[in-house]
C-alpha cells in the first residue's frame, strides 16, 4: 500500500525535527577582578543554577587578580565581559579603550579601613589628623584616601602615609591606625580574628564622608554591546538573576553551599558573615533593582580622578554607561 | 666590551618594542593595552629621571645583596664540600630554602627584619645565591687530582689550600658564574620590593601596574636593561682583570 501524501508530510516533519541539531549555547568568557569569594558570589549562583544556559549561554567565569586586567581582555578578544573597578574603565576610557559599563555591581564601594575604635575614633574627618594611614600606592584606595584628606583640608604632612601590601603584620602590630581592606572579604576575616583576640573593631567608610568612588561593574566591548545586544541582555539578565537570588536572604544557606564549592578555606560562619555585609554593599537602597548603575557616582569618580591627576581631561563617563535592563 | 653589552641590549629592546607595536597597529589596540610610540616617549620624557634613580637605588641594593649572596655561596660550598654529616646538613638546609617561594617567606621577614632595606638585601641574596652555590659545591667537591695529589702524598695538604687550588683552576667559571649572578641578584631586588618595599624599581612597577599603566612599564624595563647590562659588563670586565693578575695572562 502505498502512503498518502498527508502521511508522508507528516512524517518529513517529525524526522526533520528529529534531525534539527539541538540548539548550540553561544560561548563567552567572564573574567572576574579577584579570585572566587564573596565578591563573585552572584556570577558563580548563576553559573552553578544555570542562569546562563536558560539564556542559551556558556559562560566561562575565569578568576581574576592583580596581574589580570578584564578591560584589556576584551580588547584582546580573550574575554566576552568582565568585571572592572571604575577607575579602570576612566583610565581606559581616557587611553582610547572602546569598554562600556552595562550593570554596577556594588552600589557602595567595599574598599574600606578597618582601624580600632579603642585607639582611635573617627567621627569627622579631621580625626585623621596625625595618624599612620594605610594605602596602596597606585590604588584607588590611594586616590580615595587623598581626596578625603583633601576634603578635610589635611595635608600630606600631617598624617603619615604607610604603604601596605599583602601581608597585615604592621596593622596587627599597631603600627598602622587604619588599613584599607574589602569590607566584605578581609574586612570580616579581620574583625573576627581581632575580635577572637578581644580587640573591637570599626570601619572607616568613605561613602559616609560623600566620597563614593565606584566599585566593580559588569564591563564589555563598545563592539560587543552594538553587534550582539541581545547576547549581552541575556548575560546580564542572567548575571544579575545570579545576583539578585544569591542576595535574597532566603537563599542564604545555597549562596553559602554554593560559595562553599569554590572557596573552601573560609569557614561557613564567616562567609555567613561576609554574605549578610556583601547584600549591603550590593543591593540598592532606594529599591532599585540590583545592578543599577549610579550615574552621579561615576561622575563623581571621573571628577575624583581629574583632581588627582590620574587623567587630564574628563572622559564624558556617562556615554561609557550601557545600563541593558 | 661594556658599550657592545648596551647596544646589544638596544637591538633586544628594539625588537621587543617593534614586536608590541606591530600587534598594537594590525590588532587596532587602544593606547591602554599597548600605548602609542609617541605615548612611550612622553611617557620616557616624564618619568626617566624618575626612574634612573629608582634603578640606581636597586642596583645598590642588588650589588650588595650579591656580595653577601657569593659570600653566603662560598662559605656553604666549602663547608659542604665534603661527604660528611655535616656537608650533607649545610647543602639540604641551603636546598630547601631555595626551594621556599619567596612570597610565603616574606611575611616571616617582615616580622623578624621588617619591611625596609634589610628585607630587599635578604630577598636578593636568597634568589641570587642559589646558582652561586651550585657552581661553587661543584668546583669545590670536584679535587684537582694533578696537583693536590702531590700535597696530599708529601702531607702538606690543608683545607685552605684545597679550597685555593680547586678555586685557581676554576677562576674562569667561577668569574662567569659571579658575573651571570648580578641578573639574578638585580631580579630578586627587585621581586622584594615588588612585594616588600617602598622604593626601588620593583615598587615603581606595582605602581605602574596597580594603574594599568604599560607605559610607565615600558620605560621601568628600558631602564633596568640599560643599567643591567653596564653592570655586567663591568663585572665581566672586572672578572678578566682578576682573571689576568692572578692568571698572569
Known amino acids: 500500500m502505498i502512503p498518502s501524501a498527508s502521511v508522508i508530510g507528516v512524517l518529513a516533519i517529525v524526522l526533520a525535527a528529529a534531525w534539527q541539531p539541538a540548539l548550540a549555547e553561544e560561548e563567552a568568557v567572564y573574567r572576574l577582578k579577584w579570585l572566587f569569594n564573596i565578591s563573585v558570589a552572584g556570577g558563580l549562583y548563576a553559573d552553578t543554577h544555570g542562569y546562563f544556559s536558560e539564556q542559551g549561554l556558556s559562560v566561562v567565569l575565569k578568576e581574576g587578580g592583580p596581574e589580570r586586567d578584564a578591560v584589556r581582555e576584551l ?41 580600632r575604635p579603642g585607639e582611635l575614633r573617627i567621627d569627622r574627618l579631621e580625626d585623621l589628623r596625625g595618624r599612620v594611614i594605610g594605602i596602596t600606592y597606585g590604588g584607588n584606595d590611594e586616590t580615595i584616601m587623598r581626596t578625603l584628606l583633601a576634603k578635610a583640608g589635611i595635608s600630606e604632612d600631617e598624617v603619615e602615609l604607610f604603604s601596605v601590601r599583602y601581608d597585615y603584620t604592621p596593622f596587627f602590630q599597631g603600627r598602622v591606625s587604619i588599613w584599607p581592606v574589602y569590607r566584605n572579604a578581609q574586612g570580616v576575616i579581620l574583625e573576627d580574628r581581632l575580635g577572637r583576640a578581644g580587640e ?92 543599577s548603575i549610579d550615574e552621579a557616582a561615576w561622575r563623581q569618580t571621573e571628577q575624583i580622578m581629574i583632581e588627582q591627576g590620574q587623567i587630564q581631561e574628563a572622559v564624558g563617563v556617562e556615554k561609557a554607561l550601557r545600563p541593558v535592563f | ?64 645583596g650579591q656580595v653577601i649572596s657569593v659570600f653566603l655561596a662560598g662559605f656553604v660550598g ?28 616574606a611575611p616571616i621577614l617582615f616580622i623578624l627584619v621588617g619591611d625596609g632595606l634589610f628585607t630587599r638585601l635578604l630577598i636578593a641574596a636568597m634568589i641570587c645565591y642559589f646558582p652561586v652555590l651550585l657552581s661553587v659545591l661543584g668546583i669545590m667537591s670536584e679535587p684537582v687530582e694533578d696537583i693536590e695529589h702531590f700535597y696530599r702524598a708529601t702531607g702538606r695538604m690543608r683545607w685552605q689550600l684545597e679550597v685555593k687550588i680547586r678555586a685557581f683552576e676554576n677562576l674562569g667559571k667561577l668569574t662567569t658564574v659571579i658575573s651571570g649572578s648580578a641578573t639574578l641578584a638585580f631580579a630578586g ?23 594599568s599603566d604599560m607605559g610607565k612599564i615600558l620605560v621601568a624595563l628600558f631602564m633596568i636593561g640599560i643599567v643591567l647590562s653596564l653592570y655586567q659588563g663591568l663585572l665581566e670586565l672586572s672578572g678578566q682583570a682578576v682573571r689576568r693578575a692572578w692568571g698572569g695572562s
Do not use: C
Not at chain 1, 560562619?269 to 556583601?278: D, G, K, R
Not at chain 2, 664540600?81 to 638546609?93: D, E, L, M
Open chain 1, 75 to 115: 580588547e584582546m578578544g580573550q574575554a566576552l565581559f568582565g568585571t572592572a573597578s571604575a577607575d579602570q574603565v576612566i583610565r581606559a576610557r581616557a587611553m582610547g579603550s572602546p569598554v562600556v559599563v552595562v550593570a554596577q555591581l556594588f552600589q557602595v564601594n567595599p574598599l574600606q579601613w578597618i582601624y
Open chain 1, 200 to 291: 573591637k573593631t570599626a570601619f572607616f567608610n568613605p561613602a559616609d564622608y560623600g566620597v563614593r568612588f565606584v566599585a566593580n561593574s559588569v564591563v564589555t566591548a563598545e563592539k560587543t554591546a552594538g553587534r550582539s545586544p541581545d547576547l549581552v541582555r541575556r548575560f546580564v539578565r542572567a548575571l544579575l538573576k545570579g545576583w539578585s537570588e544569591a542576595m535574597d536572604p532566603k537563599n542564604s544557606a545555597e549562596t553559602i553551599r554554593t560559595l562553599r564549592r569554590f572557596d573552601r578555606e573560609t569557614p561557613e560562619n564567616i562567609l555567613s558573615e561576609q554574605l549578610a555585609v556583601t547584600r549591603r554593599l550590593v543591593v540598592p537602597k532606594d529599591g532599585a533593582p540590583i545592578g
Open chain 2, 1 to 64: 666590551m661594556l658599550h657592545r653589552r648596551v647596544y646589544q641590549f638596544l637591538i633586544i629592546f628594539a625588537l621587543g618594542l617593534g614586536l608590541l607595536f606591530a600587534i598594537k597597529y594590525v590588532m587596532g589596540l587602544s593606547d591602554y593595552v599597548i600605548p602609542s610610540p609617541s605615548g612611550v616617549w612622553e611617557t620616557g620624557k616624564e618619568t626617566a629621571r624618575r626612574y634612573f634613580g629608582d634603578v640606581g637605588n636597586t642596583l645598590g641594593v642588588a650589588m650588595a
Open chain 2, 78 to 105: 666549602i663547608a659542604g664540600r665534603r661527604a660528611t654529616w655535616f656537608g650533607s646538613f649545610i647543602k639540604v638546609a641551603a636546598y630547601n630554602v631555595q626551594a621556599y617561594p619567596i612570597v610565603a617567606l
Open chain 2, 189 to 211: 631586588t627587585i621581586v622584594a620590593e615588588f612585594i616588600a618595599a617602598n622604593a626601588g624599581i620593583g615598587y615603581s612597577i606595582r605602581i605602574a601596574l596597580y594603574q
